[in-house]
């Protein structure tokens, strides 16, 4: 909120004008000499501040900015198809980005399917079955080793670590999106 008094002196007499308080953020004139305008550079900043209706309209009829928000490509057809999904599910863009991201939104010329894979489900379940095999069978390696050494310390360490970073990415690249959508009850392909 911005509060502005304008006051011109003329021959030692002040003239006062109205005060006049100026919010909101859109284009305006407030007064005689003084216009405001609203100038952003960032798209960042206009994604965090703006109202999910304005962001939505914007992405519908600018492609470089449902580009910028959703990372991918489409058409105004399929870009709004994608807007309506993603308000009638009550999904998130970043839902959305992880989705495409995993295979299982497919834009086509006017087409929108949304599959619900559970090939991309059983195969995260597969993944963590074998890996965390591999880590225990490590970690029996170590405990019933006759000598330990620090670099086996070191090892068991460094394995831990990299178990913990493929688990976080088996679990964000397959488990996760399956949750999401069966969460939503996405049972079925859906064509928009």
Not at 86 to 98: A, C, G, M, R, W
Not at 111 to 136: C, N, P, Q
Request: net charge positive; charged share 20%; hydrophobic share 40%.
């Amino acid at each position: 909120m911005i509060f502005m008094k304008n006051e011109i002196a003329n021959n030692d007499i002040v003239h006062t004008s109205t005060q006049q308080s100026v919010t909101g953020s859109s284009h305006r004139v407030a007064g005689r000499d003084y216009i405001e305008h609203l100038n952003v550079t960032d798209i960042d900043f206009i994604l965090m501040t703006e109202p999910k209706d304005n962001l939505d309209a914007r992405a519908i009829v600018n492609e470089r900015f449902f580009k910028y928000r959703f990372k991918f490509h489409a058409n105004e057809v399929v870009r709004e198809k994608l807007i309506d999904f993603q308000n009638t599910f009550e999904l998130t863009d970043v839902e959305i980005k992880t989705l495409y991201s995993v295979g299982l939104i497919h834009p086509k010329y006017n087409e929108l399917t949304i599959k619900s894979s559970r090939s991309v489900f059983y195969l995260g379940w597969i993944f963590t079955a074998i890996i965390t095999l591999y880590f225990l069978l490590l970690i029996y390696a170590f405990v019933c080793s006759s000598h330990q050494t620090g670099l086996a310390g070191i090892t068991v360490l460094s394995s831990s670590l990299i178990y913990v970073g493929v688990m976080w990415l088996i679990d964000k690249r397959c488990l996760q999106p399956s949750r999401l959508l069966r969460n939503k009850q996405i049972y079925q392909p859906i064509t928009l």
